[in-house]
C-alpha cells in the first residue's frame, strides 16, 4: 500500500521560504516520477511542480524562478523549497505519484498560509 506523508507546511510572511517533504513508502520510489499539487480554497487542485525518474523537472509558471522540486531516492523523500513566498500561495500543498494501470496516489496535504 503507498504511503505518501507531506510534512513542513506553516504559516510565514510573504518574501519568507518554506521546505516541504513527502515521505514515501509501499512503491519503488526511484522509478516513478513524482508531483506536488496544490488547491486553494474555492479552486481546483493544480499541478506545482513535477519531477521524473531521472531528475527532469517541471514547473507552473506561477512557480517557475521561486520554487525548486527535487527527490532524494536512498532517503524516499520528494522536496519543494518554496522561495519568495507570495500570498496566492496560500493552499493545501499534496504529494503525488501516478502508477501506470493504477492511478494517482495522494497524501494528506500540508497547509502552506503566506501573510501579506
Known amino acids: 500500500q503507498v504511503q505518501l506523508v507531506e510534512s513542513g507546511g506553516g504559516l510565514v510572511q510573504a518574501g519568507n521560504s518554506l521546505r516541504l517533504s513527502c515521505a514515501a513508502s509501499?512503491?519503488?520510489?526511484?522509478?516513478?516520477?513524482m508531483g506536488w499539487f496544490r488547491q486553494a480554497p474555492g479552486k481546483e487542485r493544480e499541478l506545482v511542480a513535477r519531477?521524473?525518474?531521472?531528475?527532469?523537472?517541471y514547473y507552473a509558471d506561477s512557480v517557475d524562478g521561486r520554487f525548486t522540486i527535487s527527490r532524494d531516492n536512498a532517503k524516499n523523500t520528494l522536496y519543494l523549497e518554496m522561495n519568495s513566498l507570495k500570498p496566492e500561495d496560500t493552499a493545501v500543498y499534496y504529494c503525488?505519484?501516478?502508477?501506470?494501470?493504477?492511478?494517482?496516489?495522494w497524501g494528506q496535504g500540508t497547509q502552506v498560509t503566506v501573510s501579506s
Open positions: 509501499g512503491l519503488t520510489f526511484s522509478t516513478h516520477a
Open positions: 503525488n505519484v501516478k502508477r501506470a494501470f493504477i492511478g494517482d496516489d
Open positions: 519531477i521524473t525518474s531521472g531528475g527532469n523537472t
